[in-house]
């Protein structure tokens, strides 16, 4: 389900985030952050696989806050051929299982308020929504909102 990155893998990773399906829902800078994350020292790149092996996905773990044990999902995205299977829940599932593994108390997620499937995914995955950041980002010439998302480590099912 999940494996860490390697250079290998960055053209599909950057090819997917520069995608029409996929980069409209993704910061402006998130496929240009893809290759640096490999080497980040606060950040991990993990590729998601679909059941045959196969990637399918990814996303970048950066540290918030290491002294509160706080992690933050970025750069969250699937191949739109795995839309609506299922992997997206168990994806977010699988991350947050990996970061409270690696000693992390909260994982935090912020999607824009028009990413309907993100919010769904994010919620299916045991996530809760903790609030919305009005109007916080200029994207597709319009102000768009962030909706925060946080799963702490006793929550995990």
């Not at 960055?10 to 090819?15: M, Q, R």
């Not at 950040?43 to 092996?53: C, K, Q, S």
Request: glycine share 6%; no cysteine; charged share 25%.
């Amino acid at each position: 389900m999940l494996r860490p990155a390697t250079a290998e893998d960055l053209p599909f990773l950057e090819a997917l985030a520069r995608s029409p399906e996929v980069e409209p829902f993704l910061a402006p800078s998130a496929a240009d952050r893809i290759a640096p994350s490999l080497h980040a020292q606060d950040e991990e790149l993990l590729v998601i696989t679909a059941d045959e092996g196969r990637p399918a996905g990814a996303a970048r773990l950066s540290e918030r806050s290491p002294t509160s044990r706080i992690v933050s999902l970025h750069t969250v995205m699937l191949d739109p051929a795995a839309r609506g299977t299922g992997l997206g829940a168990r994806a977010a599932r699988a991350l947050a299982a990996h970061a409270f593994a690696a000693g992390w108390h909260r994982v935090e997620a912020e999607v824009y308020g028009f990413n309907a499937a993100a919010r769904r995914t994010f919620a299916a995955a045991g996530f809760a929504q903790e609030g919305i950041r009005r109007r916080a980002y200029r994207r597709h010439d319009a102000w768009q909102d962030g909706v925060l998302f946080a799963l702490l480590a006793d929550e995990l099912r």
